[in-house]
């Protein structure tokens, strides 16, 4: 019964270096985000996916990429890290079809420090 | 541009009272709008939502109230708990859209006194 589940929690990262974080649900769920969300921001959306080989751009996709090469799995990638992607990431899922709301299922999010 | 505005940014509220946290929209198409709760080191969880069709809706302690033509919707906590406390989203999406895209609003803490 683990849902979303994200990998690190925490991560300290220097100024330039890249980093993967993982994301994987087992609800097979179609559709799958990355938000970040920064105090007293709210969460903005950074790219979402509505099934294995489709990705699009959220409101906040720069320095950052992501791919879905399974319906599972939905990895988001830093390149080159920036201070001001100091941030708390979060990973959720959903299933939309014709009679289900569109719920989102959260992970417990990864925290990360760019210094 | 915030296409959800809520507002507090933060409340604090004394055990037994009523909490309420208000949201507006301005994107006529939005037909579906969930309240998301967030305890601090957690995601956020759906805690209750409601359509466009009603004009309210309650669960236990919970309720929206939605007002379509003022295109305003807000969360009302009855007798407010110090378990309640934590941060809520408002949220806004286009149900019948292919994205399934929600647009949230910037957050409110909420802290019950006991």
């Known amino acids: 019964n683990a849902g979303v589940t994200q990998t690190p929690k925490f991560r300290i990262l220097k100024i330039g270096q890249s980093m993967t974080l993982q994301c994987t649900q087992d609800?097979?769920?179609?559709?799958m985000y990355w938000y970040r969300q920064d105090p007293g921001m709210g969460l903005k959306l950074i790219y979402y996916?509505?099934?294995?080989?489709?990705?699009d751009k959220g409101e906040v996709p720069n320095g950052y990429n992501v791919s879905r090469s399974t319906t599972e799995d939905f990895p988001l990638r830093l390149e080159l890290a920036a201070p001001s992607q100091t941030s708390v990431y979060f990973c959720?899922?959903?299933?939309?079809?014709?009679?289900?709301?569109?719920?989102?299922?959260f992970g417990e999010g990864s925290r990360l420090t760019v210094l | 541009q915030q296409q959800v505005k809520q507002s507090p940014q933060s409340l604090i509220v004394q055990k037994g009272g009523i909490s309420i946290i208000n949201c507006a929209y301005e994107?006529?198409?939005?037909?579906?709008f969930p309240w998301y709760q967030q305890f601090p080191g957690k995601g956020p969880a759906l805690l209750i939502a409601?359509?466009?069709?009603?004009s309210e809706k309650k669960e236990g302690r919970f309720t929206i109230s939605f007002n379509k033509s003022a295109k305003q919707f807000s969360l009302h906590i009855m007798d407010s708990q110090p378990g309640d406390s934590a941060t809520y989203f408002c949220?806004?999406?286009?149900?019948?859209?292919?994205?399934?895209?929600?647009?949230f609003g910037r957050g409110t803490q909420l802290t019950v006194w006991p």
């Open positions: 959720a899922s959903s299933y939309l079809g014709v009679t289900n709301t569109g719920e989102l299922f």
């Open positions: 609800m097979n769920h179609n559709y």
């Open positions: 996916s509505v099934g294995a080989g489709i990705t």
């Open positions: 994107n006529t198409a939005f037909d579906y």
């Open positions: 409601i359509r466009p069709d009603v």
């Open positions: 949220a806004a999406s286009i149900r019948g859209s292919t994205l399934g895209r929600l647009y």
